[in-house]
Structure formats: C-alpha cells, structure tokens
C-alpha cells in the first residue's frame, strides 16, 4: 500500500512529501507538534491531543492552520489511505515560511504537516519483559510544558541513553529530582503503594498519557501523588515505569544498571497497563 503524507493542504506520497527551506520549523524550530496513538482504528484521547495542540501555538503565538474539525477530518483521510488500524498519527505545525529573521514575521501562513506510522503495540516485549533507563542532567529550555519542535536535548539525552543498552533516560534537574523522560513521564510506585509523578508545571510536558493513567488511577482507587523524586527514591521504590503515547505504561526495571523491586516489571504497573489498553480500545471510559 502506498504511504502519504499531508502537506499544507496536499495528500502527497511520503517520498515526495517537502517543505520549503525557508520553513521557520526548519530555521528556528519555530513550531510545535502533537503525536496521537491510534488503537483500533481511533485516535486516542484525541482531544486532549488538540487541546494541547492550541495551547502550546497560543504559547507560541501561532494560529491554529485549520478548525478542529477539518484537522479532524484530515487526520481521519490520513489514517484510512495510509490503511493505519494501530499506530501513531504525528502532526506538525510551524509559523510558515519566510525570509530567515528572528523576529517573527507578518502575514505568514501557519505551515501543516501530518504522517502516520504502523505500530503493532501488542507485540512489544518491552511491556513484558521492562525496560533500563539512565539518569542525566536536564539541559532543556525553562518552558518544556510547550510541545516545540525543539527536541536536540532530549535527542542527545535519548542517545546516551541507547549508547548505554537503555530505553529511555531520565532527566534531572539541579536539586537531583527527575523531571521526566526524553519522551516520557516519569513515575515510581512506593513501597506503601502510591502512585508518584511530578506535578504539572512548566518545567515537564503535560502528558495526555499522564492525564489518563491519573484519571484511571482515581477510578481504580490507586492512591497516587503529585510530587518531585528524586533518583535515590527511584532506585528505593517498588515499581518504575514511564507513559508516553509511544510507552503506554512501560515498565522500567533498572536505572543506571541498578535493578528496581526485584528487577521485573512490578503488578500495579502491569495492572495500570492493561487498564490502559482497555481504555485506549474503547472498552473503558476515563475521565
């Protein structure tokens, strides 16, 4: 089957799919971007993917390329001729083109770029057998609640961490508290119990994923906790895993080497896991 992107208003064949050099998204990273799991044909917790999708162009003062409902009806045309049952679905918005400046120009076009990729969740080993992670200084800028395309931190974070046989790394602010992932959020699970993760700020990405495991969370009554930890309580807890819409629940069974629990992924992570995939398939409603 032939594979398409959407290009500023265009269905073009993915090897033929460009933007102009020009394109502030290329200059600058002047633009921002969402990634929507696709379960069983639908886009999941595809509104909140757009809520954050307006919020991090308001941040940046760009205007939103089309309404919610024809972005809607794109990604659905996307997703049918790219034949995507499960997947992900990645949108790209940035100011547009113009004359390379810092300043932001005037009268520009918001430029839109969309693509889907084929994922088989269910048959990931990594939500069976857990994953190693690394620690590492948090270099990124102070707003990391706007999803921009200005990802180089977290790429370099991201290949230490595979240069080290790890999924994922952990970041850590100047205090030695883990904000989040490269990609993800961050969570431990204590000896008592209780769900831990940062509190929303600016200085960690409002997690759609997040969002759910929370809400989930609070209909299974799982005691949980919005709070900093640091890499020593990590390395102490019961369980460790990250969400993400590419991790789901992943479970993280080492940091820096070290096991966590008794180094397999532990049964409230694999509880909240297949709660998840009930809910991503539309067996389950959350809030």
Known sequence: MPRYAYVNGRYLPHAQAAVHIEDRGYQFADGVYEVVPVAAGRAVDKDPHLDRLERSLAALHIPMPMTRKALELVSRELLRRNGVSNGLLYMQVTRGVAPRDHVFPTNTRPALVMTTKRIDFAGQSK??????????????????????????????????????????????????????GTSSNAWIVTGGGTLVTRQLSHEILHGVTRRTILAIATEEDVPFEERPFTVAEALAAKEAFVTSATSFVTPVVRIDGKAVGDGRPGPLSKRLLAWYRDYAAGLRDSA
């Open 127 to 180: 939500f069976d057998d857990g994953v190693g992670v690394i620690t590492v200084p948090d270099q990124r800028w102070a707003r990391r609640d706007i999803k921009t395309v200005n990802l180089l931190p977290n790429c370099l974070a991201k290949q230490a961490a595979v240069e080290a046989g790890a999924y994922e790394a952990f970041q850590v602010d100047g205090d030695g508290y883990v904000t989040e």
